[in-house]
């Protein structure tokens, strides 16, 4: 096996002074809730069936295969994407456990890939549905991107650059010999598909979701030692983004989230292979923008899977899609590259918290189902993928997270040894014959204890990191039972030098305290924390609905019942620390008499156990005298938004990602955007999507518009019949709300669409409503 793939470097480019990580294979997990995780995993992966994964490669090569295509994202636009994260999945498990079945499995998903991308002849592989056309289509030139679609298809280059990945994971993490020259070539034909290309082109290109390209380019320049794609890995970073980073501007509101990290990744992959400082700056103020402003305490960011106002975090309480799995799944690896440039502690802080918080709790521990989003709505609850029906982003995500937990544990340079994360672990240090063990019980325990097997002394440096969330001072070490003097740099680190041996131990008390932390915006909720651990409360298992999800294509949100935001508990503002209860290390009281008019006490633990239950992870605290204006404002807000759900039959939220997608949209001459996080959709030509009208209750259309003071007129067609040709005009409103009645209009599905009037531009449309009645 390969050590980690950052310790290759591009020929005549040293990196030795960059921090290295070790391989998964170097790195074993010992008995803790992270080697529970990875054995779940497994058996969801061995679970899944490698033929179907493969269909869409095999049909796309035009090679007859028994086996369909999986449902759901998988055969309605972005079929093939999850089989990439699988093969990197599969790569990862391969290191981490030595798994032979995973062994078998890799092997075999290669060969048949490689038929696949032999039968080109080309280099090309990918299961993007009638890919071809596609990439032909953009070789002449002729390229049409919005945010979500290229030449008429959902993402395409994002879905190929799974494949790169996962063929790149497989060489490097996997040790497949024969994954480099498939990625080689595949790299071989995109660079030949756009030699062409104008700066501009690339950039109207990039327009389009295209996951981490760059980075990949990066690695393969690495790689291969050629600096041709190094240049295509800098003509494939998006300008628009990276410019305003650059000079260190936020102009991150409205954004799709996890579209903006992965290029954030490559722009730093770039700056590690070419030394390029600017664009290192321009990553590591991405990252304090989104760690320091929009993250919340479990680590996770964004609502609706786009960055929310830093002044206004009431939607990440308020909506049922908070925190989505992937763009933490990419944070911890913008963390893992900025913290190999500049071995700062905050990154691994953050790091942690990720962790345990966030990714630890996205897996159901029986089942192995993943989460999509993790409601921050208080009294809310999750929703798990199935190994045969979801196939989201955050199934391939997800697939990996579980599977490289010894990822960030140590790191090294030279012969300095970095201990970052305190979680059960064995390291085998081959390079330097260097064998360390971490016992530890953490964080049911305030402990760790370092030890070492290997023969003999060995001289070398060790750096522990001082977390954050331990009081200056209080950290102890102690060398076989004698207390150390230790000193803490400015990065967050102590150094321990010595000759160590297996009579040697190192004993390390990292004693916890329990705090709050404030929503960033400065609202008045908070989180629980004891150390770097988020605590929170089971609130009941009522009205689970889709618990675990079926194939819809929006599945993966939970469509329970929303509990009224009026009905969280209340805290005083005088709120006291909470009591541990005796004999239980990790559950924790919030009193009743912290409470307004609560009679009995809230039992607290860690969020990443709580599973099947709703929770409640953020709490009001209010002064006495605001009580009552506070819960005026909460029901008012909040039940119109309730009354407005119950009402709904079906919606588009107009402009964003996922909605449109499952909504069917078509268009021409169509432009999105956003203001003040509101997106909308205008055209000169037309778009249109299909609403479901279940049982036919649907008896009105309710159309919400961004006030842009034009009367310009336009048509609003329902199944093909003419509704109305409406114009707007003589309203100072910011949201202009028209319903329309849909009497005559029958039938289970609804065809909506919006056409332009002699190709002028339509209204800026915000938000379709399918309602049982008017408001």
Not at 294 to 321: C, K, W, Y
Not at 420 to 426: D, T
Not at 429 to 451: D, H, M, R
Request: glycine content about 8%.
């Amino acid at each position: 096996m390969f050590t980690f793939w950052f310790s290759l470097t591009l020929k005549g480019s040293a990196q030795n002074d960059y921090v290295q990580f070790f391989g998964l294979d170097q790195v074993k997990l010992l008995e803790s809730p992270f080697l529970y995780a990875q054995e779940v995993d497994k058996r969801y992966i061995l679970d899944m069936n490698v033929d179907r994964l493969l269909a869409p490669y095999m049909k796309e090569a035009g090679i007859p295969w028994a086996a369909d295509n999986y449902g759901n994202w998988e055969n309605t636009g972005l079929d093939g994407h999850i089989g990439g994260h699988y093969l990197s999945a599969l790569s990862m498990m391969l290191a981490s456990t030595g798994d032979p079945e995973i062994d078998q499995r890799l092997d075999y998903m290669l060969e048949q890939l490689k038929l696949a991308q032999d039968a080109d002849g080309k280099g090309y592989l990918s299961g993007v549905p009638n890919g071809r056309q596609i990439w032909e289509e953009l070789r002449s030139g002729n390229i049409r991107a919005g945010s979500f679609s290229l030449n008429d298809r959902w993402v395409p280059l994002y879905n190929i650059h799974k494949i790169y990945a996962g063929l790149r994971d497989a060489y490097w993490i996997g040790g497949k010999e024969i994954a480099k020259p498939m990625l080689i070539a595949l790299s071989d034909w995109f660079y030949e598909l756009t030699k062409n290309f104008s700066e501009e082109q690339f950039q109207e290109m990039l327009i389009s979701e295209h996951g981490g390209l760059n980075e990949v380019f990066a690695d393969v320049a690495v790689i291969t030692g050629e600096a041709k794609y190094l240049e295509l890995a800098r003509k494939m970073s998006h300008q628009q983004v990276l410019n305003p980073l650059k000079n260190s501007e936020d102009r991150l509101t409205g954004m799709h989230a996890n579209t903006q990290i992965p290029k954030v990744i490559g722009f730093q992959r770039i700056a590690q292979v070419a030394k390029d400082e600017k664009l290192h700056d321009a990553s590591d103020y991405f990252w304090q923008n989104v760690v320091y402003q929009r993250s919340i305490s479990i680590g996770g960011n964004s609502v609706r899977e786009h960055f929310h106002p830093t002044a206004d975090f009431s939607s990440m309480l308020s909506s049922e899609q908070g925190p989505e799995t992937c763009n933490t799944y990419n944070m911890l690896r913008l963390s893992e590259m900025l913290f190999q440039t500049a071995p700062d502690s905050k990154y691994i802080d953050y790091y942690e918290r990720a962790v345990f918080n966030h990714i630890l709790s996205t897996q159901h521990p029986e089942k192995g189902g993943f989460v999509y989003f993790t409601p921050m709505r208080p009294q809310h609850y999750r929703v798990y993928s199935q190994p045969h029906e979801n196939f989201w982003c955050c199934v391939g995500s997800g697939l990996e997270n579980h599977a490289k937990y010894g990822q960030a544990i140590y790191a090294y340079r030279e012969d300095i040894l970095f201990v970052n994360l305190f979680i059960a672990s064995e390291l085998d240090w081959k390079e330097q014959g260097i064998k360390v063990i971490q016992t530890t019980n953490f964080p049911e325990e305030e402990n760790t204890t370092i030890g070492f097997t290997h023969r003999g002394r060995k001289e070398f440096k060790i750096k522990v990191r001082y977390p954050s969330w331990v009081k200056q001072g209080h950290l102890k070490v102690a060398i076989n039972g004698k207390q150390q003097e230790i000193t803490v740099d400015k990065y967050g680190y102590f150094l321990l030098a010595g000759k160590w041996s297996s009579k040697d131990q190192i004993q390390i008390a990292l004693p916890m305290e329990t705090k709050t932390e404030q929503m960033p915006d400065g609202s008045p909720w908070y989180s629980f924390t004891h150390g770097p651990i988020v605590l929170a409360a089971k609130t009941g298992d009522g009205d689970l609905k889709g618990l675990f999800a079926d194939d819809s294509r929006m599945g993966h949100v939970a469509s329970g019942k929303m509990i009224p935001l009026e009905l969280s508990p209340v805290l005083k503002q005088d709120i006291q620390p909470m009591p541990k209860q005796k004999g239980d290390e990790f559950k924790f009281l919030l009193a009743a008499n912290q409470f307004y008019q609560l009679e009995e006490d809230i039992e607290l633990v860690p969020f990443y156990s709580i599973h099947d239950s709703r929770y409640q992870v953020y709490w009001p605290v209010v002064a006495d005298v605001e009580l009552e204006a506070f819960k005026k404002e909460l029901n008012t807000k909040d039940e119109w938004m309730r009354r407005l759900e119950e009402m709904t039959v079906d919606q588009v939220a107009v402009g964003e990602q996922q909605p449109e997608t499952e909504h069917g949209f078509k268009g021409s001459n169509t432009q999105i955007g956003q203001e003040n996080g509101r997106f909308w959709r205008t055209t000169s030509e037309y778009f249109q999507y299909t609403l479901k009208n279940k049982e036919q209750e649907g008896k009105v259309l309710r159309f919400t518009y961004l006030n842009t003071h034009s009367s310009q007129p336009f048509h609003i067609y329902i199944n093909g019949q003419l509704l109305k040709t409406e114009s707007l005009a003589g309203s100072s409103d910011q949201l202009i709300v028209i319903e329309y009645d849909l009497s005559g209009y029958n039938g289970e599905t609804l065809d909506v669409k919006i056409e332009s009037v002699e190709s002028k531009s339509t209204p800026k449309l915000n938000h379709i409503r399918l309602m049982k009645r008017n408001m």
